[in-house]
C-alpha cells in the first residue's frame, strides 16, 4: 500500500517544486535566525528587554550595512552585462 500511495502522490514532475519549495524555507529560516542572533532591535531575554530603547547607532549600522551590500553597491544593475550590451550596442562587430 505504501508503494502505490508514493507512486500516487510522489510524481518526479514535482521534484523542480520541491527543490524550490526547499530554498524558499530555507532563506526565510536563515533570514529569521539572522534577525533573532544578530538584529540589535530584537531581545530575546528578559534582562534585555528590560533595558528598554537602546540609543546604539555603530551597532545598527554594521548590521544594516553587512557584508553583501557592501559588494553589490557598486556593481552595475544588471543581471547578465555581457549579453545586454551584445544586443543594446550596434557597433559591436
Not at 539572522?34 to 537602546?54: E, F, H, M, W, Y
Not at 556593481?75 to 544586443?87: H, Y
Request: hydrophobic share 40%; charged share 25%.
Amino acid at each position: 500500500m505504501a508503494s502505490s500511495t508514493m507512486k500516487r502522490w510522489l510524481k518526479p514532475e514535482v521534484y523542480p517544486l520541491f527543490a524550490v519549495v526547499g530554498v524558499a524555507v530555507g532563506i526565510c529560516g536563515m533570514q529569521l535566525v539572522r534577525n533573532i542572533c544578530i538584529n540589535p532591535d530584537v531581545r530575546v531575554t528578559k534582562q534585555n528587554r528590560s533595558a528598554g530603547i537602546l540609543e546604539n547607532y555603530e551597532e545598527g549600522e554594521r548590521y544594516a550595512e553587512h557584508m553583501l551590500r557592501k559588494y553589490v553597491r557598486n556593481k552595475e544593475a544588471q543581471i547578465m552585462p555581457s549579453i545586454n550590451k551584445f544586443f543594446s550596442d550596434p557597433n559591436l562587430d
